[in-house]
């Protein structure tokens, strides 16, 4: 059974870049077929989908954040990444993985979730 | 980016009622309509996938229908364990796009 975890520091500070990594167990990220995406949600709020990548390391964001973000993959660790650069108050949120399944075209699968606060 | 619209933003139901949630989409999106419950401090689950597909596990108390623009996630007999917050996400294009949620709460 396919699981996601999460990582990272859970404090950043205003302009530097978050940097979260989330660890596949249970699968391989290079079965085909999926897509791996980050989502945050902020506080109280709904869920907004920050992009995702192929294990080929083809990659799609969201326009929203495009310039400040930069998801990557390393297959021999079964591991996917996500770096957002110049972070702001804004930012702060919780981050979560998932597995865009390619069957189901759905989030079938989701890591517990992060929150990350951005603050000095 | 299509816009996902979800109706109502919150209700009241005891448990035993049919409760129904309604998620428009600002264009055609066919049949790519993904429905997710999520609970307090907890990530999303998937209930309900291409519209009226129930994934393994999920109770056939929920039950999804709709194609095109319009779609409605149905709970048949609320339960307990059903108080939740509901997101529809549309899965036709990218970026991928999610209502802004329904919380469903005790009367």
């Known amino acids: 059974q396919v699981q996601l975890q999460e990582s990272g520091p859970g404090l950043v500070k205003p302009s530097q870049t978050l940097s979260l990594t989330c660890t596949v167990s249970g699968g391989s990220i290079s079965s085909g077929g999926d897509y791996w995406s980050w989502i945050r949600q902020h506080p109280g709020k709904g869920l907004e989908w920050i992009g995702y990548?192929?294990?080929?390391?083809?990659?799609y964001y969201n326009p929203s954040l495009k310039s400040r973000v930069t998801i990557s993959v390393d297959t021999s660790k079964n591991q996917f990444s996500l770096k957002l650069r110049s972070v702001t108050a804004a930012d702060t949120a919780v981050f979560y993985c998932?597995?865009?399944?390619?069957?189901?075209?759905?989030?079938?699968?989701w890591g517990q979730g992060t929150m990350v606060t951005v603050s000095s | 980016d299509i816009q996902m619209t979800q109706s109502p933003s919150s209700l009241s139901a005891s448990v035993g009622d049919r409760v129904t949630i309604t998620c428009r989409a600002s264009?055609?999106?066919?049949?790519?309509l993904n429905w997710y419950q999520q609970k307090p401090g907890k990530a999303p689950n998937l209930l309900i996938y291409?519209?009226?597909s129930l994934l393994s596990g999920v109770p056939s108390r929920f039950s999804g229908s709709g194609s095109g623009t319009d779609f409605t996630l149905t709970i048949s007999s609320l339960q307990p364990e059903d108080f939740a917050t509901y997101y529809c996400q549309q899965s036709y294009t990218t970026p991928r796009t999610f209502g802004q949620g329904t919380k469903v709460e005790i009367k």
């Open positions: 264009q055609s999106i066919a049949g790519y």
């Open positions: 291409a519209a009226s």
């Open positions: 998932a597995r865009d399944g390619g069957e189901s075209s759905a989030f079938d699968i």
């Open positions: 990548i192929y294990y080929s390391g083809s990659t």
